[in-house]
T-cell receptor
Framework: EAQVTQNPRYLITVTGKKLTVTCSQNMNHEYMSWYRQDPGLGLRQIYYSMNVEVTDKGDVPEGYKVSRKEKRNFPLILESPSPNQTSLYFC?????????????FGQGTRLTVV | GQNIDQPTEMTATEGAIVQINCTYQTSGFNGLFWYQQHAGEAPTFLSYNVLDGLEEKGRFSSFLSRSKGYSYLLLKELQMKDSASYLC??????????FGTGTKLQVIP
C-alpha cells in the first residue's frame, strides 16, 4: 500500500529538549516536504527536498532542521523546541518537482512543547 | 506572497449541492488543487485543474478560470461523511505551493 508514515503521532516535550519526527514514504517519490498546521493559518511549508541531499527552506523554517540522506526518509529535527512550535505537523511526498502532482500526506504528528 | 481566499465555514443539507469558492492571485500559476481534510486527519487529494473549465469526478467537480483567478469545488448529493474542511491549494510553479486556510463544511440531516 502506497503511504507516508510519520512517527510519533503524538508527542509532549519540554522546552529545549531536542526531538526528531520521522517520515518515510514507499512510493519512490523524489519530492518531500514538511508542513505545520495552526488554527486559522492553514498549512505552511517548513522545508522541502527535491531529492537526496537537496533541501531548501519553505515559508517558516526558523527553529527546524531537516536531512535527506535516503530517498524514502525525510526527518524533521527540532534542536531546541519552544512553546511556539506547538502545532500539528504533516509530512508529504509527491512525484512531481513542479507542483503539478498530488501530494500524499502522513497521518500527522501533534506536538506539544511545554 | 500568494493570497488565497475561501469562506471559513459553510453549512449544507444532506442530499443537496454545495459550491465552495476560492480566489487567488493569478501571477505564477501552475495549477490549482483541492484537498479534503477531516478533523485531526491528513489532507487527501480531490482534484487538480491546470486548464480552464470543469473537471468532474463522481460527486465532486472542480472548476477553474485562470484569467479571473477563480476556482470552485462542487459537491453533489451531499452525505454526512462529507463534513470536513476543503482546502484550496495554489501551485505557483517550481515547489511553491500555497494552502488556503480551508472551508469547514458541515452537512446537516
Amino acid at each position: 500500500e502506497a503511504q507516508v508514515t510519520q512517527n510519533p503521532r503524538y508527542l509532549i516535550t519540554v522546552t529545549g529538549k531536542k526531538l526528531t519526527v520521522t517520515c518515510s514514504q514507499n512510493m519512490n517519490h523524489e519530492y518531500m516536504s514538511w508542513y505545520r498546521q495552526d488554527p486559522g493559518l492553514g498549512l505552511r511549508q517548513i522545508y522541502y527536498s527535491m531529492n537526496v541531499e537537496v533541501t531548501d527552506k519553505g515559508d517558516v523554517p526558523e527553529g527546524y532542521k531537516v536531512s535527506r540522506k535516503e530517498k524514502r526518509n525525510f526527518p524533521l529535527i527540532l534542536e531546541s523546541p519552544s512553546p511556539n512550535q506547538t502545532s500539528l505537523y504533516f509530512c508529504a511526498s509527491s512525484r512531481s518537482r513542479g507542483g503539478s502532482a498530488e501530494a500524499f500526506f502522513g497521518q500527522g504528528t501533534r506536538l506539544t512543547v511545554v | 506572497g500568494q493570497n488565497i481566499d475561501q469562506p471559513t465555514e459553510m453549512t449544507a443539507t444532506e442530499g443537496a449541492i454545495v459550491q465552495i469558492n476560492c480566489t487567488y492571485q493569478t501571477s505564477g500559476f501552475n495549477g490549482l488543487f483541492w484537498y479534503q481534510q477531516h478533523a485531526g486527519e491528513a489532507p487527501t487529494f480531490l482534484s487538480y485543474n491546470v486548464l480552464d473549465g470543469l473537471e468532474e469526478k463522481g460527486r465532486f467537480s472542480s472548476f477553474l478560470s485562470r484569467s479571473k483567478g477563480y476556482s470552485y469545488l462542487l459537491l453533489k448529493e451531499l452525505q454526512m461523511k462529507d463534513s470536513a474542511s476543503y482546502l484550496c491549494v495554489h501551485s505557483g510553479g517550481y515547489q511553491k505551493v500555497t494552502f488556503g486556510t480551508g472551508t469547514k463544511l458541515q452537512v446537516i440531516p
